[in-house]
């Protein structure tokens, strides 16, 4: 079945002006698969979306579809547009690959007859595999096109929308090229990593040189929202997603019968060009591998409470007008939920939420990540990463598995989907391997691709990771070894959303999950036997509804720690009636409770502890969400009377060598009964040399100038920080001009100047 679309002729005036060639198309041939190929001459394009406002009827997503999207100007990884320099020709296959192609390649090929008659549901890996196959048979070299050539081909000499103008042509038309279906069919995977694009012109461009995800174009990743479809998951067919400037992606390994994604190849050898450096996210930057002390803290036997915002607060300004012009990463959206929070190896603290521009499971929703460094007392600012664009991205759990990081998180509305997705690292995060999508082995129950807060590792080495399964329950999914093969274990628990602890006895202990109760309380459920069932009960604590969802842990003292809702959103209201936490030292028969002092919400909360003995809670879904830290004695005794740490102290200085013996990192640190806190100057270098980031810190708070720089010796951007907590933002352009500051409170916006200075 062929994509096709069907709205209202938008602007016929525009479509009659696009510009397109009307030269008779190129000669083609035909290969030794009968597949019809077309030459493509060289030249010169403007690569991305410019600034024309899109037509209405492309953001405006038709009923139980998908979401209108939140802007008519592209989405942000379209943008800046740039010229690019085409100076090879090559032969781009007509059509996508067809299944019948495919099966002479793999003959037990079936595909989705959805998409007949082109091949659908393969990985970037297997399209790769029969261009290598299919160059061999013929003794030319075919591969997939470049991001570059593909927009090219596709636009054949037009600026508009479509290469047909404002709307996508009929399947099985052909541009003015001579090539088809570009616009309806298969999404189609591409050469390249996916990466931002540069201002500067390109010259035969292949990308970054790696990344977590390969770009997908000529349609979305996600299905429609629809009770009438049989459960069959139907692709969100937006006209908006077969735009010539669109940009999807996901991992490589990504292989579905289910999804959509099919490829056409090039012959001609690929680009010399040198691919672009990967631009690393925040959280992967400047990280320590060095372990200090992890064990000095507060007094454990005096209550400790501490709280931090999270999120910088633009005050009602608009992200993509205002944030991202001032120094917040393209991608950053306003609504964040559904968090996720681990201690590294290091010291360090990692958080992530959902994060979207508008409306929950949006194809333009990403994971964002965050750091707050051993010894600073300010989060850095959040990055959208990992993304796949185009695919709704949600629920990140991150697991510190005995030094190893584990991050999962799901895609709840990707076509054929898994449960779940994840990545590891063995250097505190500073470094992920590639996304790996879980190999399923036996009968998989019914499921919605949203992994829970919580993961554990029974006494026999099996992990068990929770995900929400149909309805109001959640499954386990395990692992006996070590994450290459998944199983589902077949029973359910009493709630979606359920958060998992191990037990004493080495049951599995669930607790929670939003719209379920037992006799109008909260329900827990207990297996031994690995997950296949359920004893099911009721706690002492009130249920839980949407927006709603508690967590557990097992902390370093033997007892259970709880943190959750004190009300049922659904019934109570937005405004709620506060939150609380609990410890058990009988594996939850019996509860020491404590309210958290102004906390109307914690939201999606994740909880995790510190070597010190400090219990952190990151909240969503209030104003400001925050990290919380607290100790097991302030939940027993009540209010904190935090130390004084202003007292005589001890600094030590340290030094980090990257592997090959060149500096990487000199940093002072105070170390006090309290606690470790940075003090004195911080330095980072790269490899070369060149330094990349400075600070100064007092009592672990940054004061005076903050300057990151490029690894080529450019400024990118200058912070100086006042005691006051106020502190000024400028970025700089290559050539060294304030292109946009901005001036803060904390996480506050105050005020901020896009074209230059705030300094008249």
């Not at 299919?134 to 030319?140: A, D, I, R």
């Not at 205002?322 to 360090?348: E, M, R």
């Not at 939201?603 to 400001?624: L, R």
Request: hydrophobic letters at 35%; proline letters at 8%.
């Amino acid at each position: 079945m062929k994509r096709s679309y069907a709205f209202p002729i938008l602007f016929a005036a525009l479509a009659v002006a696009a510009a397109i060639i009307t030269a008779a198309p190129p000669a083609g041939c035909v290969n030794s698969i009968g597949m019809a190929l077309v030459r493509i001459a060289p030249g010169t394009f403007q690569m991305g979306v410019d600034s024309t406002p899109l037509p209405n009827a492309l953001i405006k997503g038709p009923s139980g579809v998908v979401y209108d999207r939140p802007s008519d100007a592209g989405d942000y990884d379209e943008v800046p547009v740039h010229k690019v320099i085409i100076t090879q020709p090559f032969w781009i296959s007509v059509t996508e690959v067809t299944a019948d192609q495919y099966r002479q390649f793999r003959p037990a090929f079936r595909g989705n007859p959805y998409y007949a008659p082109y091949a659908s549901g393969v990985s970037w890996n297997d399209a790769v595999a029969f261009s290598r196959w299919l160059s061999e048979k013929e003794g030319k070299t075919y591969r997939l096109p470049t991001e570059a050539e593909w927009e090219f081909a596709c636009r054949a000499g037009t600026r508009t929308a479509f290469s047909s103008g404002a709307q996508p042509p009929a399947p099985e038309t052909a541009n003015a090229w001579g090539v088809k279906n570009m616009h309806s069919g298969v999404a189609e995977w591409v050469f390249d990593w996916h990466g931002m694009y540069l201002r500067d012109a390109q010259t035969d461009p292949v990308g970054p040189e790696y990344g977590i995800a390969k770009v997908v174009r000529g349609g979305g990743l996600d299905y429609r929202q629809s009770k009438t479809d049989g459960g069959k998951h139907l692709p969100a067919e937006m006209p908006y997603y077969a735009r010539s400037a669109n940009r999807a992606a996901i991992a490589p390994g990504f292989e579905s019968p289910e999804h959509g994604i099919g490829f056409r190849v090039v012959q001609a050898d690929l680009p010399k060009t040198k691919p672009l450096p990967y631009e690393a996210p925040l959280i992967q930057t400047a990280v320590k591998q060095t372990v200090p002390d992890l064990t000095v803290g507060p007094n454990p036997s005096k209550p400790y409470y501490n709280t931090r915002p999270i999120f910088p607060n633009l005050g009602n300004r608009s992200m993509r007008d205002v944030g991202w012009k001032i120094g917040l990463k393209p991608g950053l959206g306003v609504a964040y939920h559904n968090s996720a929070l681990q201690v590294c190896p290091n010291g360090d603290l990692i958080a992530a939420y959902y994060n979207t521009p508008k409306e929950e499971n949006d194809p333009d929703q990403t994971i964002l990540t965050m750091r707050l460094r051993y010894g600073a007392e300010d989060w850095d600012m959040p990055e959208p990463w990992p993304d796949f664009p185009d695919a709704a991205d949600a629920a990140p759990v991150f697991w510190n598995d005995r030094g190893k990081l584990w991050f999962f998180f799901g895609s709840p509305r990707l076509l054929g989907g898994p449960p779940f997705q994840f990545m590891t690292s063995i250097d505190n995060g500073a470094t992920w391997g590639a996304v790996e999508f879980p190999k399923l082995e036996g009968a998989v129950g019914k499921f919605t691709p949203q992994p829970t807060n919580s993961v554990v590792r029974d006494r026999n080495g099996v992990i068990y990771l929770p995900v929400d399964g149909s309805g109001g329950t959640s499954v386990l999914f395990a692992s006996k070894d070590d994450g290459k093969t998944w199983h589902d274990t077949g029973g359910r628990t009493a709630g979606r959303h359920t958060t998992l602890v191990l037990g004493k006895d080495g049951s599995l202990i669930g607790f929670g999950g939003k719209n379920t109760e037992i006799d109008g309380f909260m329900p827990k459920a207990i297996s031994r036997d690995g997950g296949k069932s359920y004893e099911k009960s009721k706690t002492p604590f009130r249920p839980l509804g949407s927006g709603q969802r508690p967590s557990i842990i097992r902390l370093a003292s033997g007892r259970l720690f709880f943190v959750a809702d004190l009300f049922d959103k659904k019934k109570l209201g937005a405004k709620g009636a506060g939150a609380f936490v609990a410890l058990s030292d009988d594996d939850g028969e019996t509860w020491e409770t404590r309210q958290l002092p102004g906390i109307t919400t914690v939201g999606y909360t994740t909880a995790t502890q510190g070597p010190n003995g400090v219990i952190h809670v990151v909240t969503s879904k209030n104003n400001p969400d925050l990290h919380i830290e607290l100790n097991e004695t302030w939940v027993l005794k009540g209010p904190a009377t935090n130390e004084d740490l202003t007292g005589l102290f001890v600094v030590n200085t340290y030094r980090e060598n990257y592997p090959s013996g060149k500096i990487k990192a000199t940093w002072s640190a105070a170390v006090r009964h309290g606690g470790y806190l940075l003090e004195g100057q911080q330095t980072f270098y790269y490899e070369n040399g060149q330094k990349q980031w400075e600070a100064g810190f007092q009592g672990g708070r940054k004061t005076g100038v903050e300057t990151w720089w490029s690894e080529d010796g450019h400024k990118l951007w200058e912070k100086n920080h006042s005691r006051d907590g106020v502190w000024t933002w400028k970025l700089f352009d290559a050539a060294g001009r304030v292109t946009a500051e901005s001036r803060w409170k904390g996480k506050d916006l105050l005020d901020a100047n896009m074209s230059g200075s705030l300094a008249q």
